[in-house]
């Protein structure tokens, strides 16, 4: 119900703005729940070592090359510890939940001045053949069976698209 004010008017706006806080808070518990739900449950399946096979590749824009590592990797891995397994040497900030950023892969460091910087790609098969973007932090992608992922260092401009996009 709504309560008048001094001046004897209605006040609809304290119930809206009870309701907001209380579906802010149901949400956000429920968000925060099913994060740890998922984050078990990733170790669960992790901890049964079942292997899948995964493409890495390392490539340079500036010479075209891709260093490939075929490899087996236990399901629930994330694309951090693949690269770490593949013998990486790694330097990356660590921005908590939202994951590591990778500023260097084998001693070739992110480059600010020159806009050159670590990216990965996921090759999407099938009639597209055709890369996209990684959508998340290293540690925070989870490899699929046979997937296939290549690191470039390539300059971000904004028209620079290394490989081809879908």
């Known amino acids: 119900m709504s309560r008048p004010t001094s001046s004897g008017k209605t006040n609809v706006w304290m119930p809206i703005a009870l309701a907001f806080v209380v579906l802010t808070i149901v949400f956000g518990s429920l968000s925060a729940y099913l994060y ?7 170790q669960e399946v992790a901890s049964l070592n079942v292997p899948i096979k995964v493409n890495l590749g390392l490539g340079s824009y500036t010479n075209k090359s891709i260093e490939w590592y075929n490899m087996s990797v236990s399901e629930g891995y994330n694309l951090y510890q693949a690269m770490v397994k593949a013998g990486w040497r790694i330097n ?41 973007e990684g959508p998340s932090a290293a540690n925070t992608y ?9 690191w470039y260092y390539s300059p971000f401009n904004g028209t620079t698209s290394v490989p081809p996009p879908c």
């Not at 740890?36 to 990733?42: D, E, F, G, K, M």
């Not at 500023?103 to 790609?121: E, M, P, Q, R, V």
């Not at 989870?142 to 290549?150: A, F, G, I, Q, R």
């Open 36 to 42: 740890t739900q998922n984050a078990s449950l990733r």
């Open 92 to 132: 990356y900030t660590n921005y908590g939940i939202d994951g590591y950023y990778i500023t260097a892969i084998n001693g070739l460091g992110n480059n600010n001045s020159a806009s050159t910087y670590w990216t990965y790609w996921i090759y999407v098969g099938g009639t597209q053949n055709c890369w996209t």
């Open 142 to 150: 989870y490899l699929l069976p046979n997937e296939t992922v290549v």
